[in-house]
Nanobody, 124 residues
Framework: QVQLVESGGGLVQAGGSLRLSCAAS????????MGWFRQAPGEEREFVAA????????YFTDSVKGRFTISRDNAKKMVFLEMNSLKPEDTAVYYC????WGSGTSDSYQYDAWGQGTQVTVSS
């Protein structure tokens, strides 16, 4: 059974940084494209970033390009989201996601597994 566990969320002031981590188990990690979605109160779930299972390609939504970085450690079965220059509009619950042989799509329905989420709150 695939399990994704996020950590690293918290409260930070605007302009600050946070690093989210996601520990994966129950899967052949190196065959999964890993990513992050977020959901703010009253909003739909939004794609944030993904890192391809085979190539070094990464994908980002426009609003976080240049501020967020996604990386993975296949040996540790972990994926990370480094968030810099945080803005109040980045406030949301952040979810780690996984899709086997995934393309890095922003379509949430393509992702097979989801974590329970970690809260990120950016104060102004």
């Amino acid at each position: 059974q695939v399990q994704l566990v996020e950590s690293g969320g918290g409260l930070v002031q605007a302009g600050g940084s946070l690093r989210l981590s996601c520990a994966a188990s129950g899967l052949t990690f190196e065959t999964y494209t890993m990513g992050w979605f977020r959901q703010a109160p009253g909003e739909e779930r939004e794609f944030v970033a993904a890192v391809h299972w085979r190539t070094p390609r990464t994908y980002f939504t426009d609003s976080v390009k240049g501020r967020f970085t996604i990386s993975r450690d296949n040996a540790k079965k972990m994926v990370f989201l480094e968030m810099n220059s945080l803005k109040p509009e980045d406030t949301a619950v952040y979810y780690c996601v996984a899709e086997q042989w995934g393309s890095g799509t922003s379509d949430s329905y393509q992702y097979d597994a989801w974590g329970q989420g970690t809260q990120v709150t950016v104060s102004s």
